[in-house]
């Protein structure tokens, strides 16, 4: 866990602490100026899973892509030959890239499945920016990203996507074919899910049109079928072009790895020494996938993909990691609301209180896994499993301004007041919860379901839609505005149009969803 | 560039029923292992070099069962491998020989059986996911099946619940299962319960004939899934598998009307792949 509000943008120390050779395979990874590779291989077709950009700050953002002309030979390989191949980068103002202001070089090594990270440095604040790499004669897609404005400086508005839950085998990501073509996009969140665990079979295969082969009808356990999972989600054009779209950054649920685990703990029985090995290609295979900084990098069975970052004044980031520090389920009551039990962890809990206290942000957002508010008592793999660490964190965003929390898991729109004390409906309320779909799990979907009642009991429930999309926030010194947007179908096919199923206003310094 | 692994060593084959477990130390992450590759060639045969067709499987965890053995015993010939992030092979390890316990399905004559010895819940009553229809057909936590009468489609539940399962009331179910013996065993017999998973929460499930106690029989901990999936034998299954086989003494049983029970006293469900009375040969 960092212990600073700003995370150094590439940390030395981390990288002395590891061995040489992994240092040596992350440096390479990230910056190969010095460094010399065979000629690429004559295959065609390496960008074929896209490219991406994340980690955004004022001056730069991560760069990702990874080489994979067959994106799903078995091996989790991509069809790359076990050497290293030289890539090239480049990054413009223009989509022409006649303005070129930054480039640099990769080494894709087969340790890190032929992925890339470089992070550019030393760009204009608030700008837009094109990217490309090259390998050999052939050149990526463009990407685009804004670098974040300038520290302190007053941004008249900034917005971003909210998605989750990417079970691309339930249905076609036609939520981020709508979220791809939104015309103000300055960041995506990914709130978890980005990958599923469960083997692929005609049970719940709901894709039409969706065939895979025999190595995706198991559930996911070795590196080589993390590797090729990702490779699976990632070969849809829509969640491409999302990503080519804008800088994204993400934070984890529990499909990542399995089902509801919990911390070291499996939920399936398996023992806790042999599921560390488990968490380690599964949080390895997130890194290789994702354009995460170096910090994310596991070390074994650990790592940290905490991470906060400032737009100018306007609003503060804290990505969360509900997963990996959480207590287990609890066995009773009088366990679950213990006063010691957490879902972040000590470090965590420190660290996103230091944030929202040191904050002079006008907007204080929140990204997590699962979902804050109180719903019932027998939720427990969401808030509701650990309640004093809720009343301590609801006490800590109390002391920030606006706190808004995003969160994914439930495949349901859900928009919600958090209550400033669960425990006292006179409380009032202290911040929002804007809860995404998912962009496919659960198929097609209904806008009222068996859940429904859990939820709308509640008079800080505002919205509950149980069909698919995402969710579109506009923030302003003024106002939140959140558009929560749903497709009718995905398992047909990608066709359905958008639809808007709810918009709120949330003014600044009044913690409401007022219908837009 | 990247180290090729270490070579795997410790590998030791447990016998089990139908099953033979193997185990090794782990390598660490360091570096990050993708996999373990497990080659086998039956019988006490040497291996030179592992062979892609003897692949038995792969598995990110240091152990690995080789299940779905033939329940008279089998006997293989085993070496591992580990395979890094780059996809670089260690060396194998060294050949480990082991043999699976004969089960007494295969060396006992069947008196009676509930279900097939498959691997599958699926020939049972509300399987393979219906198990919140138990608590509502058996509101005394009771099931009775009556050999001859009875068919495990209509009659035998897939699921026995436990206190553990809040759904099913949170109390301990029992089974009592009728069965006609001509007459008065003069040997021991066996019972073979054989389980397609159980609960994370494990358990005891206590075993008596004709009002006598015969065994707490430990659970072990399961996957927690076979309430929802009914086939262990699909590859990749998360399902675990456990065979209980227990000795029934003569004295405990009588000509005619013979009751087993089964109660679930503690811990969650078990997935009933089959049960059977055996007599010995």
Redesign the interface.
């Known amino acids: 866990m960092p212990t600073t509000a700003a995370r150094a943008p590439f940390s030395r120390r981390r990288l002395l602490q590891l061995?040489g050779?992994?240092a040596a395979?992350i440096a390479l990874g990230i910056d190969a100026r010095a460094a010399h590779a065979a000629p690429p291989p004559e295959a065609e077709g390496m960008f074929s899973l896209g490219v991406a950009s994340g980690a955004p700050r004022p001056d730069g953002a991560v760069l990702w892509t990874r080489l994979a002309p067959e994106p799903l030979a078995d091996?989790?390989?991509g069809g790359m030959p076990?050497q290293?191949v030289m890539v090239r980068w480049e990054v413009a103002t223009d989509e022409g890239f006649r303005g070129i202001v930054a480039h640099g070089r990769a080494l894709a090594?087969?340790?890190?499945?032929h992925a890339v990270h470089p992070r550019v440095e030393g760009l204009e604040p608030g700008t837009e920016h094109y990217y490309r790499f090259r390998v050999g004669r052939e050149l990526s897609p463009v990407g685009r990203f804004r670098t974040l404005p300038a520290a302190g400086a007053q941004a008249e508005s900034f917005s971003f996507g909210l998605v989750s839950c990417q079970a691309w085998y339930h249905g076609h990501f036609t939520a981020h074919r709508h979220l791809a073509a939104e015309e103000d996009l300055d960041l995506v969140v990914f709130v978890g899910d980005y990958i599923y665990e469960y083997?692929i079979t005609e049970t719940n295969l709901r894709r039409q049109g969706a065939e895979v082969g025999a190595a995706h009808?198991?559930?996911i356990?070795?590196?080589?079928q993390y590797r090729l999972r990702y490779a699976l989600f990632k070969s849809d054009p829509h969640l491409q072009a999302v990503h080519a779209r804008a800088a994204a950054v993400a934070v984890w649920d529990d499909h990542e790895v399995q089902n509801d685990y919990a911390g070291p703990l499996s939920?399936?029985?398996?023992g806790e020494?042999?599921f560390a090995?488990?968490i380690?290609?599964a949080y390895?295979a997130f890194y290789e996938n994702m354009p995460l900084d170096v910090a994310a990098l596991p070390?074994?069975?650990e790592t940290d993909i905490t991470a906060g970052f400032d737009v100018g004044a306007l609003a503060r980031f804290s990505l969360l990691d509900s997963r990996q520090f959480r207590d287990p389920e609890p066995a009773d009551a009088v366990e679950q609301h213990r006063e010691d039990r957490t879902i972040l962890g000590a470090a965590q809990e420190e660290w996103v209180g230091e944030r929202l206290a040191g904050s002079e942000a006008i907007w204080n957002v929140l990204a997590n896994g699962v979902v804050l508010v109180p719903i019932t008592e027998d939720r427990t793999d969401m808030w509701d499993g650990f309640p004093a660490a809720r009343r301590r964190l609801l006490a800590q965003m109390a002391e920030a301004s606006n706190p808004v929390m995003l969160t994914g898991d439930i495949h349901r729109h859900v928009a919600a007041e958090i209550p400033a004390d669960p425990d006292d409906p006179e409380a009032g309320r202290l911040g929002v919860e804007l809860v995404c779909t998912s962009v496919a799990s659960d198929g097609d979907g209904a806008v009222t379901d068996g859940y429904t009642e859990d939820w709308i009991q509640h008079d800080y429930v505002k919205l509950y839609d149980g069909r698919r999309g995402y969710v579109h926030v506009r923030l302003t010194p003024d106002e939140m505005v959140s558009s929560f947007h749903i497709v009718e179908w995905i398992e047909a096919d990608d066709t359905a149009p958008k639809q808007l199923t709810a918009r709120f206003t949330t003014p600044a310094g009044e913690p409401r969803l007022i219908p837009a | 560039?990247?180290?090729r692994p270490s070579r795997v060593v410790g590998l030791d084959a447990e016998p089990a029923l139908a099953t033979i477990s193997l185990t090794w130390d782990?390598l660490?992450?360091?570096?990050?292992?993708?996999?373990y590759r497990v080659y086998a060639v039956p019988g006490e045969s040497a291996l030179a070099e592992p062979e892609e067709s003897s692949l038995l499987g792969?598995?990110?965890?240091?152990?690995f069962t080789h299940a779905g053995l033939d329940p008279e015993g089998e006997t293989w010939t085993y070496t591992v491998l580990a395979v890094?992030?780059?996809?670089?092979r260690g060396e194998p390890s060294e050949q480990v020989v082991g043999a699976s316990r004969p089960s007494v399905t295969a060396t006992g004559t069947a008196l009676a059986t509930i279900g097939d010895f498959d691997g599958r819940t699926l020939e049972h009553h509300l399987a393979p996911a219906s198990y919140a229809q138990i608590p509502t057909e058996h509101p005394d936590r009771v099931v009775e099946y009556v050999d001859g009468t009875d068919e495990p489609g209509t009659a035998w539940p897939y699921l026995l619940p436990g206190p553990g399962d809040a759904w099913a009331g949170g109390t301990a179910y029992r089974a009592r299962w009728t069965l006609a013996l001509e007459a008065v065993p003069t040997e021991d017999h066996d019972l073979a319960l054989w389980l397609v998973d159980t609960t994370?929460l494990g358990g005891v499930l206590r075993v008596g004939a004709n009002g006598e106690h015969i065994a707490d029989l430990e659970l072990p901990?399961?996957?927690?899934?076979g309430s929802r999936e009914g086939d262990a034998t699909?590859?990749?299954?998360?399902l675990?598998r456990a065979f209980l086989e227990l000795r029934v003494p003569a004295a405990l049983l009588q000509a005619g009307q013979n009751v087993i029970e089964l109660e679930l006293a503690e811990g969650g469900w078990v997935a009933w792949d089959a049960l059977g009375l055996f007599a010995r040969e």
């Open positions: 061995s050779a992994s395979v091996d989790g390989h076990a290293e090594q087969p340790a890190l499945a083997g009808r198991v559930e356990e070795t590196l080589e939920d399936t029985g398996i020494e042999d090995h488990r380690a290609v390895r070390e074994g069975p | 560039m990247t180290p782990s660490g992450f360091d570096p990050l292992i993708d996999h792969k598995t990110v965890y240091p152990r890094t992030d780059a996809g670089e994370r901990a399961g996957a927690t899934r699909v590859p990749g299954s998360p675990r």
